[in-house]
């Protein structure tokens, strides 16, 4: 979050205060970085260099118009520089998928060994603690390996969103800022031709024997699914500020479909936010709420 909003500050006519947020921004990454990092701690600074990159050229061109279309550029070009390097240099779709499974299952087996110790220290049964932090280990490696596959898509996800808090915090510390704000959830939309990035990566997902492309298609599959989810929510968002539905009462909903209905909820708003595409639910309610 911090480096791309180096390049909001830095890429657009900066005043001499932005020169100076940008700087100490720069400085600030650069003592985060420093030190030793083993391969895949070196593989998230060359994605947070690209991704910048990436903005900073976007920004500097001022095309396409719009936040969320100059994300999106920014982090489709960063893809794109990233399989380049990838081809160039010789790291294969395996090795990435590698490098993440042995960095957060190491993370993982250093939680279940810490949560082993407190099991013996507190002197729980034997047996019983056992199977339950077996079982525990068994649910959680499941996940590593699970997410370690999708470890793309969740970046390209991760990214839009770091771009986002970055665009907001630009807004609000530039002397001038430059561009439309960041804008309410409820009016997020993107191209609707973005759903052949849905259709076409679904279509290399089930296609058999197509090796690296499967899962090349099941990441990009997380990516726009992801992106039509938020789309949904906006759906949403809109819908209960059109009934007047807000405040408290709204925030303790969220956090009750987060904790309890995550699945369905997720579901849900990838519902919406595909049919959004044809239906564009949020014009026909502003017409329903004009009408006398």
């Known amino acids: 979050m911090v480096a791309p909003l180096v390049a909001f500050l830095a890429a657009q006519r900066p005043s001499r205060r932005d ?28 994605w947070l260099v ?15 118009k719009g936040f969320v279309a100059a994300a999106l550029t920014a982090v489709a070009g960063a893809a794109a520089t990233a399989a380049t390097l990838m ?4 790291v294969s779709w395996g090795e990435l998928v590698w490098l993440a499974e042995r960095h957060y ?7 279940i060994g810490q949560l082993s110790s407190l099991s013996a220290a507190s002197g729980a049964p034997g047996a019983g603690g056992g199977t339950l932090l077996g079982t525990l280990e068994d649910s959680i490696m499941l996940g590593v390996r699970l997410v370690s596959g999708l470890f ?37 939309r993107f191209n609707d031709h973005l759903i052949w990035g ?26 726009f699914s992801g992106l039509y989810v938020v789309r949904g929510c906006a759906v949403l968002m809109a819908v209960a500020a059109a009934g007047g539905f807000g405040g408290p009462l ?25 049919t959004d ?13 004009q009408k006398p």
């Open 50 to 64: 690209v991704l910048t990159g990436s903005l900073a050229i976007v920004v500097m061109s001022g095309r396409p």
């Open 19 to 46: 020169v100076g947020w940008a700087a100490g921004l720069v400085l600030f990454v650069v003592w985060l970085s420093a030190g030793p990092a083993d391969s895949f701690g070196l593989m998230e600074r060359a």
């Open 152 to 188: 793309p898509g969740l970046v390209l996800l991760q990214s839009l969103a770091a771009l986002a808090l970055a665009r907001a915090l630009y807004h609000r510390i530039a002397q001038q800022p430059r561009g439309e704000p960041l804008g309410t959830l409820a009016g997020f």
């Open 198 to 223: 849905v259709a076409i990566s679904l279509l290399v997902l089930v296609l058999p024997r197509l090796g690296w492309l499967n899962a090349l298609g099941g990441n990009l599959l997380v990516f």
């Open 250 to 274: 709204a925030a303790l909903l969220v956090v009750f479909v987060t904790l309890f209905l995550m699945p369905v909820a997720a579901l849900a708003a990838l519902a919406l936010g595909l």
């Open 277 to 289: 595409t044809l239906m564009d639910w949020r014009r026909r309610l502003a017409r329903a709420v």
């Open 105 to 111: 299952g190491t993370q993982a087996r250093l939680l």
């Open 87 to 90: 081809a160039l240099t010789g």
